[in-house]
């Protein structure tokens, strides 16, 4: 396996790099299946956890696909695949680039939580988001940052892969660090801890009931409250860094 590039790096990232690049040099094809969490683990001296994280950010990347019963399998790579490395990215973006990729985030968001809706009572179809929520609510008190983060970053993706609309849950995917990001403010403050989960919980109630306008108020109600927090984030951010720049020096004399 390749050497570390960035011994800052979280664990996690460096587990997901090493898949990652074994997939590029073609040391894993399209189609392979990759050894079970706790055998990785092993084999990498690291926790499952660890890997379980590894494979959420992979998923976001399109790179590999977990399938329930089966196991883990690299995906086929192809034009519609985007992967952004920046695990800061929102952060790191201008005002107004930010708001757009929010903007373009709400619409993909609204749409497949609607088309999630069509399927009123198919507790087997949304099994997937029911899946994502009961991990977020594992995961709520108990666990890291990265954790929670990547369980509810696993709902928001699950949600477009119930819509059945394989180009909206791609152009999800090429959003997925910018969203890993925003959700990690959000989880960042314990005070909207409980929060989360129960507005995760309120929408998954909504999608099953089939309840369109309250999936859609409840969505955009969730989406505002986390992009008011991060813009929040992001002033301070970058107030800080202005207030460094302009502060007088001392004087020497």
Known sequence: MKTNRSKSKKTYEQVAEQIKWMIEQGHLQPGDKLPPMIDLA???GVSRPTVREAFSTLVGMG?????????????????QTMVTEPMNAALLLGRGDL????????????????MAADLQGDEWRLAPVRAA???MEAVSNKQTVEEQVGADLQFHLAIAEVSGNNV??????????????????AWMDE????????????????????????????MIDHLDRTEHQMDQQKGER????????????????
């Open 133 to 135: 929520l009961e991990r």
């Open 42 to 44: 092993r084999q990498l």
């Open 63 to 79: 790179l590999i696909d977990l399938r329930h019963g089966e196991g883990t399998f690299v995906q086929k790579i192809d034009v």
């Open 238 to 253: 970058d107030g800080g860094e202005q207030q460094k720049h302009t502060e007088p020096k001392p004087s020497t004399s």
């Open 99 to 114: 708001r757009d990729l929010l903007q373009v985030r709400r619409l993909l968001e609204l749409g497949a939580a609607q």
């Open 168 to 185: 909206l849950l791609n152009l999800m995917n090429t959003l997925t660090e910018t969203i890993r990001s925003v959700i990690r403010q």
């Open 191 to 218: 005070h909207r801890i409980g929060g989360l989960v129960e507005e995760h919980s309120a929408l998954y109630r909504a999608m099953l009931a089939g309840d369109k306008s309250l999936v859609q108020r409840l």
